[in-house]
């Protein structure tokens, strides 16, 4: 049941006389859900119970915190259909997305459960003491990652799951052994409280401490920004727009105790589309293209927004085809009028560009938030000098660059900002050829992609999702796959420490037979 | 030979007409050497040319790359004595100091060159292709870090050597793959210059690109903030001031791309005296102590500024044998006239608090800039309502808090900011018996010592120098020990990429030999 209040730790609590309602974008109308924003008041508390409970919670096994995530995959599980339904009305996603986001998410929770299990990831190196070296002994020395703190935690519009209040930032700071207090997006509040149910129950049934989770309301930004700042928050996850997240980001480094915000944002998802695959397959790129930027509204972090290529009549073809496959694609509806609004005003902004030209654009009518499609054109030349055209329309939109030839592709891409992904569609020896421009667009990159589409983030250790800014406020960190647990960790060496009193993971028989570093060698022998 | 002028490059610059001298503080008065401050001209060209030297740096092998590390190591040897010399004059520090920290920075740029060897530290990750899954194929992705760029690394006042021209911050990031655009430090920008030169030799000996190391010197702080704002640096490393280190960090999150900033800055480095300590060897400790607090005139990071023990006549003994150990002792030369004049000041701050008694003060006659030592002692309840006693002073100096109980001397820690280091003296049971306050002091400190003193900084992969703000800007990170390279690192995704062009630490057959994690697991075989 969907009550409106915040949980803070366990206690559902409604203070405040600040309430909103959450939108059903397909209906056009306001949900019959009123939510109570957290007030100052509330926010104090939730942070103190998160501080309390670290002191407990960071002293967990590995183990013991995965019986908790797992418990979280698996009373998200028992929510059912309601859970669903709430996502579809808040979301206006279909229920097969749902469905595929929730099965994700669960996955994500036990992805971390695993780490945890496995446990080598608290990265434990030691050197022992060498009492006869010379011209000083040498005193024995063993570190390993320690976790940071409570951490907020901010979900994200376009992930009601994944990104959202049990989503990858939730699941990965619960992993390292950090309180979560999420403030939960104010487009699928509902959606949250209930997945902010699943993980409180998981609490109490697998001994978790009071705190270790809160769920926050709120409409606005204050709530959000006191939490950032909130002397007892230690880190940030945030998935977002750029200027949101480049507030946040500020803002918790003018503290005084200045904090990690770890803000993913956004990324046009540069794709170079070079003479072999124009040649040998336009038409296939073409129709899988206008797929990847229709897909879930345009509303992913890694839809393609802008494709590259050198004129010529392939790359002609390749732009009339991707034209009319995308124009032949059923529009859906935006998360929300704001976002339908924004994409509407963006979409107006970059068309009315100084040598732009439409490629494609859905005209039909269409039920209120959908957003038609847009493809536009433009010459390399122009592209250089309006920075406008640079920028991400988060929607179903892109941009066909026509670059003179080779070396204006590489001035192109010089001018990019940092991206999530960068993708390359050609052949192997092209690979070698156009080493230059391969090159670019890895430095500008977390993830490069060769002969595919960027959308589809699969959660596993080799992913990063995160690029330099301003994809990403910290490009060395990742959001998505079990790396994204090293974010809210830090390094702590035991110096001369008694045997008996070191952490697991450090101690010389090796109890948790983790793959260790041992006097500079990877072993998982004891010592 | 000393010339003065700025290396840009592998060339020899001195375009500017603000020249300074550095300062002998044992002759106190200037050194015969003249320095020309680089021009804003002059740093352009040095950032431009580690720019382009970065696209052809960050494409040689480590195996490469570590013969250039070698080389510096021997080219500095080969200095010989001139650099030892230039050393003791511009540091007031004595010849045994300066070789020992010559054979630590050497041993240090060796070691680097040994991890690029072995090679794992890149992270290789590989999760293969799984065409079959269900419901969607799964594609190969492999990650590894690769580096970000230019960095820009400011020299320290209290190691010459070891944090400055070729020390831990230049060697992590040239092991990275970045180039290094030094800011050599106004008080030894003589023996910074020797460094460079025997750097730049070692460049052109093993075929590295021109620009991939810089030196410039500068007396003010103007050429530190054009690096740090200079749009072709990438990040930044920093030891130095709190307020120093805070406003770099702050500029560089300010910048239209922040680049993170690496600022190893203050500490008082909190050492808890237990009853068992006390009781059992108070005297040994107390002269050992006055050892720790008088090394190198105090100026190391890792100085005991701070000793804190619960009320005894056992407390008292070793305050007393403390205060008697510590008058005996040679008070020693200051790097530098300003650094003794803030010494003096901060002393004299500190000597006049409410609640302060004089433990010990060094109070003979000494030549200029030899810091007399002082020791005072304090209430607990007057520490915890006065933060002035929290701070800093760099020298010579210690205060002892003098706690009423156990639980004062929690709440004195919990006051405490973030640390390099924390110590615990007493016995085994003790860590057990005073859990709470054990671990109040390592969830502050990068690196916690059980009976020891925090001066001597071990370089190895166990080392954690780094802690909570404001001892350091990034506690997830250590500028001493071979895990400083990840600081110029971040990881970037190959999604799908053709086999041949991998790079060579991601390919199937694992031709560097490392070790990687393989769809989940730590191995070192082929795929």
């Given at each position: 049941m969907i009550t409106g209040k915040n949980y803070i730790g366990k206690e559902l609590s409604a203070k405040g006389s600040d309430t909103y309602h959450t939108f059903d974008p397909k209906q056009n109308s306001d949900t019959e859900w009123v939510f109570h924003q957290a007030t100052k008041e509330e926010i104090d508390a939730a942070a103190d119970k998160a501080h309390d409970a670290f002191q407990v919670y960071k002293m967990f096994s590995g183990a013991k915190k995965a019986t908790f995530l797992e418990a979280i995959a698996d009373e998200i599980e028992a929510l059912g259909d309601p859970l669903i339904q709430a996502y579809t009305k808040e979301s206006g996603l279909p229920e097969g997305r749902a469905n595929g986001e929730r099965g994700r998410t669960i996955g994500q929770m036990r992805a971390f459960a695993t780490l945890l299990k496995e446990?080598?990831?608290?990265?434990a190196t030691i050197d022992t003491a060498q009492?006869?070296?010379?011209?000083m002994p040498k005193i024995d020395i063993r570190k390993m990652l320690l976790p940071i703190g409570p951490i907020a935690v901010f979900g994200a519009s376009n992930f009601p799951f994944a990104f959202s209040t049990a989503g990858g930032d939730t699941a990965s700071a619960l992993a390292a052994g950090c309180p979560v207090i999420v403030k939960s997006h104010p487009m699928h509040s509902g959606t949250g409280e209930l997945i902010s149910s699943a993980i409180i129950k998981a609490a109490e049934r697998t001994g978790m401490p009071d705190g270790v989770f809160s769920n926050l309301n709120s409409s606005g930004n204050e709530v959000g920004q006191q939490l950032v700042m909130?002397?007892?928050?230690?880190g940030v996850g945030f998935t977002g727009s750029i200027n949101g997240g480049t507030a946040l980001y500020r803002m918790a480094n003018d503290r005084k105790e200045p904090i990690p915000v770890f803000a993913e944002m956004g990324s046009i998802n540069p794709v170079i589309i070079l003479p072999s695959a124009l040649a040998a397959k336009g038409d296939d790129w073409a129709k899988q293209y206008a797929g990847s930027i229709m897909l879930g509204a345009g509303q992913f972090?890694?839809?393609?927004?802008l494709i590259i290529g050198i004129k010529s009549t392939g790359l002609d073809g390749f732009i009339a085809t991707l034209g009319k496959e995308i124009e032949k694609l059923e529009p859906s509806c935006m998360l929300h009028p704001n976002i339908h609004k924004n994409y509407e005003k963006g979409k107006k902004e970059l068309s009315v560009q100084g040598g732009t030209d439409t490629v494609a654009a859905y005209e039909s009518n269409v039920a209120p938030n959908v957003a038609q499609q847009k493809v536009l054109s433009v010459n390399g030349s122009n592209f250089l000098k309006n920075?406008?055209?640079?920028?991400?329309?988060?929607?179903?939109f892109s941009i066909v660059v026509r670059c003179a030839d080779a070396s204006e592709l590489q001035q192109v891409l010089d001018k990019l900002e940092g991206q999530l992904t960068g993708t390359i569609l050609g052949n192997e020896e092209e690979i070698k050829k156009y080493a230059k421009i391969v090159d670019a667009l890895q430095g500008r990159v977390g993830r490069i992609i060769f002969n595919?589409?960027?959308t589809g983030v699969e959660?596993?250790?080799?992913?990063?999702h995160g690029g330099p800014f301003p994809a990403s406020t910290?490009?060395?960190?990742?959001?998505?796959?079990?790396?994204?647990?090293?974010?809210w960790v830090r390094p702590v060496s035991f110096q001369n420490w008694p045997a008996e009193s070191l952490p697991d993971a450090l101690k010389d028989e090796n109890p948790l037979g983790l793959s260790r570093i041992v006097n500079g060698k990877h072993t998982d022998a004891k010592i």
């Open positions: 446990g080598s990831w608290v990265e009492p006869d070296r010379e011209p909130h002397s007892k928050i230690k972090c890694t839809n393609p927004g920075p406008k055209l640079h920028q991400e329309v988060f929607g179903p595919g589409v960027p959660v596993c250790p080799s992913m990063q910290d490009s060395r960190f990742t959001s998505v796959g079990t790396s994204a647990a090293k974010r």
